[in-house]
C-alpha cells in the first residue's frame, strides 16, 4: 500500500499518543491486518495481533474472542460502512483510534483498483466524538495534527494549516 513511502510524520504522532495512554504491559488487538505500523508497536515493545481482514462491518468474531486489554484502529473506521457496529462489539476498556479528517477542499478518498481502499466516511471531529460516544466510549483525550506535502498549488498550501489527523483515547 504505502511502496516504501511511510507516512512517517503520521506514525510519529501516532505512537507518542499511543505510549501516553497505554503502558507496553497491556495486550493490544489492532483492527486491520499486519501492517507496518503494527511492526512499529511490537519494536517499541506492545504486544500487537491484528484481526485477519475480515469485514469489520459484518464479521466481529476476531473482536469478540479477543482477550486483549486495549483496542487501537488507526485509519480503519472511515473504511467501514458501519463503524457503531464493531465498536460496540469490542469488549477492551481502552481503544486508541484515529482517522484522517474530511478536508473541506478535497473529495472522498477513492482507490479505483483496490476495493477495500476506499473511504466510505471521512469525518469531522465532532463526527467521530459523537460515534464513540453513542457507541459507548467515554473519551478521555484526543489530538490532532497537519499533514503538508512538498507539491505547489493551492491544496499543498492549505495542507499546511489544515489538521488532517485526529486521534482518540477513549475508554468504557
Same mark, same amino acid.
Given at each position: 500500500?504505502?511502496?516504501?513511502?511511510?507516512?512517517?510524520?503520521?506514525?510519529?504522532?501516532?505512537?507518542?499518543?499511543?505510549?501516553?495512554?497505554?503502558?507496553?504491559?497491556?495486550?493490544?488487538?489492532?483492527?486491520?491486518?499486519?501492517?507496518? $505500523? &503494527?511492526?512499529?508497536? /511490537?519494536?517499541?515493545?506492545?504486544?500487537?495481533?491484528?484481526?485477519?481482514? !475480515?469485514?469489520? +462491518?459484518?464479521? @466481529?468474531?476476531?473482536?469478540?474472542?479477543?482477550?486483549?486489554?486495549?483496542?487501537?484502529?488507526?485509519?480503519?473506521?472511515?473504511?467501514?460502512?458501519?463503524?457503531?457496529?464493531?465498536?460496540?462489539?469490542?469488549?477492551?476498556?481502552?481503544?486508541?483510534?484515529?482517522?484522517?479528517?474530511?478536508?473541506? $477542499? &478535497?473529495?472522498?478518498? /477513492?482507490?479505483?483498483?483496490?476495493?477495500?481502499?476506499?473511504?466510505?466516511? !471521512?469525518?469531522? +471531529?465532532?463526527? @467521530?466524538?459523537?460515534?464513540?460516544?453513542?457507541?459507548?466510549?467515554?473519551?478521555?483525550?484526543?489530538?490532532?495534527?497537519?499533514?503538508?506535502?512538498?507539491?505547489?498549488?493551492?491544496?499543498?498550501?492549505?495542507?499546511?494549516?489544515?489538521?488532517?489527523?485526529?486521534?482518540?483515547?477513549?475508554?468504557?
Amino acid at each position: 500500500m504505502y511502496e516504501n513511502n511511510f507516512p512517517n510524520k503520521r506514525y510519529k504522532h501516532t505512537l507518542a499518543f499511543l505510549q501516553k495512554h497505554v503502558p507496553v504491559s497491556e495486550t493490544i488487538l489492532d483492527l486491520g491486518v499486519d501492517n507496518p $505500523f &503494527s511492526n512499529i508497536m /511490537r519494536e517499541q515493545g506492545f504486544s500487537v495481533e491484528n484481526t485477519k481482514g !475480515e469485514d469489520l +462491518d459484518i464479521d @466481529f468474531s476476531s473482536v469478540r474472542q479477543s482477550k486483549a486489554e486495549v483496542v487501537t484502529a488507526f485509519e480503519i473506521f472511515e473504511h467501514l460502512v458501519a463503524p457503531f457496529n464493531v465498536l460496540k462489539e469490542i469488549k477492551s476498556k481502552k481503544l486508541v483510534a484515529s482517522i484522517p479528517m474530511r478536508l473541506w $477542499f &478535497s473529495s472522498a478518498y /477513492r482507490s479505483k483498483t483496490d476495493p477495500w481502499d476506499r473511504h466510505y466516511h !471521512e469525518f469531522e +471531529d465532532w463526527q @467521530f466524538d459523537w460515534l464513540l460516544e453513542k457507541s459507548g466510549w467515554k473519551i478521555k483525550d484526543t489530538a490532532k495534527w497537519t499533514n503538508p506535502t512538498k507539491k505547489i498549488g493551492v491544496r499543498p498550501l492549505l495542507r499546511h494549516f489544515t489538521n488532517r489527523y485526529y486521534i482518540v483515547y477513549a475508554e468504557r
